[in-house]
């Protein structure tokens, strides 16, 4: 029997879309300060006031009509499974597996993400997932599990 098929499933995780739209709320609100800001300084500048109204609404209705839509569409299809013996990433078009050995660190980031550190300097982010304190503690107790 295949080795992959007698490992224990301990956990699996998906992305939220509540998580998700928290993300482009807090990212949406620092955009619009930022580009507010240059437009801001293009009008102390130049005169050119308009740049303080026109920024911030173009670069809103970017990110809600275009980049959140695409990058939800693109993450609701990922599946996590955490395993005994390895880390399983589901995709649309794969299944990756990382054996726990392969793990040298887990973080979280931004409060919806997880960084999963991996020997020779890659990297995997497990995003939009609620509980990310959680997933970081549940995959590095399953490492040292297998690794003593």
Known sequence: MDGRMNSDALAAWTPSLPVFLRRCLIVGVLTLLVVALAGWGIGTTTGY??????????????????????????????????????????GPDEETRIPLADITDVRKRLGWSVVVFLKGGMRVRIVYVRKPAEIVSQILAARTRLTP
């Open 49 to 90: 006031w308009q740049a303080l109204y026109v920024g911030p609404v173009l670069a809103l209705a970017y990110n809600i009509g275009f980049e959140d839509p695409a990058r939800w569409r693109a993450a609701r299809q990922n599946r996590w499974h955490l395993r005994s013996d390895a880390l399983i990433h589901y």
